[in-house]
T-cell receptor, first 112, second 113 residues
């Protein structure tokens, strides 16, 4: 099946690290993504990880993939107020067409 | 390089009308996908076009259709609009068919009254 789940809300203080979690059910996923959506805007691709990797780091962003548990996380170091947005994880299944299946989204609120 | 552009950005229609939305992919990208975003259903895949052919379709009624032109620009059409069609319609482009990295436009926000 294709179900991607995320917690709805996360609140952190500025300067702290944020960890946004995602679980997926389809073990055939080849790529997993994190997108950011600010109010009234489209989706901004933040980073992605290939399914044969465990970790990917990109500046303040660290993606961890636990394929056994079908768990994906996004860690944002030194979270800033500009990071306040909705974060979506998404999976891409080869053989399922060029289609992304998105999670429900996690609203991150960064407080001063 | 310019990003994905969508027009119009906002649209208000009434029930029963039809609407056409336009998407211009990133220069050189040949695959265009469409997604619908609503508060209740989240982000759902509508369809994907590559080389003017629909390659994949989501679980939407036949009122939703699309096409792609030889310059890779795409349009989607919704006929006989219903209140539930109110949504943000997002277009994404990628370099080629089945290419994993998709880049999204700002979306067209459609309100059906």
């Amino acid at each position: 099946g294709e179900d991607v789940e995320q917690s709805l809300f996360l609140s952190v203080r500025e300067g702290d690290s944020s960890v946004i979690n995602c679980t997926y059910t389809d073990s055939s996923s080849t790529y997993l993504y994190w997108y950011k959506q600010e109010p009234g805007a489209g989706l901004q691709l933040l980073t992605y990880i290939f399914s044969n990797m465990d970790m990917k780091q990109d500046q303040r962003l660290t993606v961890l993939l636990n394929k056994k548990d079908k768990h994906l996380s996004l860690r944002i170091a030194d979270t800033q107020t500009g990071d306040s947005a909705i974060y979506f994880c998404a999976e891409f299944l080869r053989g399922g067409g060029n289609k992304l299946t998105f999670g429900t989204g996690t609203q991150l609120k960064v407080e001063l | 390089k310019a990003g994905v552009t969508q027009t119009p950005r906002y649209l208000i229609k009434t029930r029963g009308q039809q609407v056409t939305l336009s998407c211009s992919p990133i220069s050189g990208h040949r695959s265009v996908s469409w997604y619908q975003q609503t508060p209740g259903q989240g982000l759902q895949f509508l369809f994907e076009y590559f080389s003017e052919t629909q390659r994949n379709k989501g679980n939407f009624p036949g009122r939703f259709s699309g096409r792609q032109f030889s310059n890779s620009r795409s349009e989607m059409n919704v006929s006989t609009l219903e209140l539930g069609d109110s949504a943000l319609y997002l277009c994404a482009s990628s370099l080629v068919e089945y290419q994993e990295t998709q880049y999204f436009g700002p979306g067209t926000r459609l309100l059906v009254l």
